[in-house]
């Protein structure tokens, strides 16, 4: 909202899990107790809303398959779309998205073209891509902090996730690893050469019938409004039927009515 098209977006995916299951690499692979109250504590510092149900009722296998599915969608330049879809689709509604047939629903609630979705899911090309994107989150940045390096399985090494690169027009990369406060990933931003817009941020109305849904901690940060004043407003809207609250189990997302 920012910088607008002074910052372009490439998502870079890093296959959390190749398997959940007992033989699997992750830390996590046969607990999924810990995995649940692995993402609380994610829940609990991003205010994000999250559902842990989705751990003991229809655990997922892997996360690969999500991850091969948003390359495929990238094809058609749906990837910022299907991604959120797939973000709410797991993390809020417990949707078991690691099968093809799942995952080609999840584009089509994206709005994604289904046949030509199917046809990138099924490409080698998209095989390679998502290889390379693991090859470059293994590649390990100078200067990259030993407590965000963590293990990737087979002996290697990767980035925490999220981080962010930078990349300027000349060529030097600036980066933010693991989970930081936007003043480090604005300062970052100024750093690579972007210039802020200096637009008035967006009403929280307006904000909604952008994104088409946000959670209550997106809507303060995308409208730069406090906390309270953003509830408030959103309370207010949905009171008026303007807004529709859509509950999830620590917390809410929020649509035009």
Not at 72 to 101: H, I, N, P, S, V
Not at 112 to 139: K, M, Y
């Amino acid at each position: 909202m920012e910088f607008g098209a002074e910052v372009s977006i490439t998502y870079v995916m890093g296959g959390l899990a190749r398997d959940y299951g007992p033989e699997g690499e992750s830390p996590y692979s046969g607990d999924l107790e810990g995995l649940a109250l692995h993402w609380l504590e994610v829940a609990e510092a991003t205010r994000m809303p999250f559902d842990p149900r989705l751990w003991t009722e229809g655990p997922i296998a892997s996360t690969y398959p999500a991850c091969l599915a948003l390359r495929a969608a990238a094809e058609q330049r749906g990837d910022r779309a299907y991604l959120r879809a797939l973000r709410e689709g797991l993390m809020c509604f417990r949707r078991k998205l690691d099968t093809r047939e799942a995952l080609v629903e999840e584009a089509r609630r994206a709005g994604l073209d289904v046949p030509r979705f199917r046809i990138a899911l099924d490409s080698h090309g998209t095989v390679e891509e998502f290889g390379n994107d693991l090859e470059r989150t293994c590649t390990v940045p100078d200067g990259a902090p030993e407590d965000k390096i963590v293990d990737a399985g087979d002996g290697r090494k990767r980035v925490t996730f999220p981080t962010i690169e930078l990349m300027g027009e000349d060529g030097r990369a600036h980066w933010v690893f693991g989970y930081s406060p936007y003043e480090d990933l604005r300062d970052a931003a100024l750093a690579a050469g972007a210039s802020p817009l200096g637009e008035d941020a967006p009403t929280v109305l307006d904000a909604l019938k952008r994104f088409g849904r946000l959670a209550t901690a997106e809507v303060e940060a995308v409208c730069n409004l406090p906390e309270p004043k953003a509830a408030a407003e959103l309370w207010a809207m949905a009171a008026e039927w303007r807004v529709k609250p859509l509950r999830v189990l620590t917390g809410h997302l929020w649509e035009v009515a």
